[in-house]
């Protein structure tokens, strides 16, 4: 069964950098591409960014562009998120998860590979 425990989040003012963690098990991770999403209350989840495993190849919402980057251990089956000068507005629950390798991925219409999420991680930025 996929597993997704994400870590890392914090309160941090205006402008501050954070690194997100998420560590997964469960399956072959070189096979998929993982990607990080954020969620407020009521509004849906959306996808900031996302990482091929095997290649490298990197998305970003334009939301996060330049400030944000994505990276990987593929031996430590473990996947980052660097957020630097944060807003309010990325304040947030971040989660991760698998994606399919074969869709539009690249294109920021992911589609996830395993039901389940992971309980995610609080990022708070503060004005």
């Known amino acids: 069964q996929a597993q997704f425990v994400e870590s890392g989040g914090d309160l941090v003012q205006f402008g501050g950098s954070l690194r997100l963690s998420c560590v997964v098990s469960g399956f072959t991770i070189i096979d998929y591409v993982m990607a990080w999403y954020r969620q407020t209350p009521g509004k849906e989840r959306e996808v900031v960014a996302s990482?091929?495993?095997?290649?490298?190849?990197?998305w970003y919402a334009d939301a996060v562009k330049g400030r944000f980057i994505i990276s990987r251990d593929v031996a430590k089956k473990t996947v980052y998120l660097q957020m630097n000068n944060l807003k309010p507005e990325d304040t947030a629950m971040y989660y991760c998860?698998?994606?399919?390798?074969?869709?539009?991925?690249?294109?920021?219409?992911?589609?996830?590979?395993?039901?389940?999420w992971g309980q995610g991680t609080q990022v708070t930025v503060s004005s």
């Open positions: 998860t698998a994606v399919n390798l074969l869709s539009g991925w690249y294109k920021g219409t992911p589609r996830r590979a395993f039901d389940t």
């Open positions: 990482i091929s495993m095997k290649g490298g190849m990197t």
